[in-house]
């Protein structure tokens, strides 16, 4: 079973920056590509980014291209989301997920599991 665990949300300023991390265990994460998805109150849960397996693909919602960068260390079964110039708007529980497949997809319906979620508050 996967154990997905994400951590590093907080409340930070309008300008900030946060790295988000997500640990796996139990499920080796070099195979398949993992994302991350955020969700705000009364919203669906949306894209953010995704990576493949290698590390070497990755793919963006169309408006974070340049204000987030996702990447992975296999050797440590990590993933990250570094995330600059926040913005109020980007405020949202961010949830990573492990996909069945090995390029990165924005599809929700690729992720068979999902970590608890960690909490992102920007204040303006």
């Known amino acids: 079973q996967v154990q997905l665990v994400e951590s590093g949300g907080r409340l930070v300023q309008a300008g900030g920056s946060l790295r988000l991390s997500c640990a796996a265990s139990?499920?080796?994460?070099?195979?398949?590509?993992m994302g991350w998805f955020r969700q705000a109150p009364g919203k669906e849960r949306e894209f953010v980014a995704a990576?493949?397996?290698?590390?070497?693909?990755?793919s963006y919602a169309d408006s974070l291209k340049g204000r987030f960068t996702i990447s992975r260390d296999n050797a440590k079964n990590t993933m990250y989301l570094q995330m600059n110039s926040l913005r109020p708007e980007d405020a949202a529980i961010y949830y990573c997920?492990?996909?069945?497949?090995?390029?990165?997809?924005?599809?929700?319906?690729?992720?068979?599991?999902w970590g608890q979620g960690t909490q992102v508050t920007v204040s303006s």
């Open positions: 997920g492990a996909s069945g497949v090995s390029i990165p997809t924005p599809q929700k319906s690729a992720y068979h599991s």
């Open positions: 990576i493949s397996w290698s590390g070497t693909m990755t």
């Open positions: 139990r499920y080796r994460i070099g195979i398949n590509s």
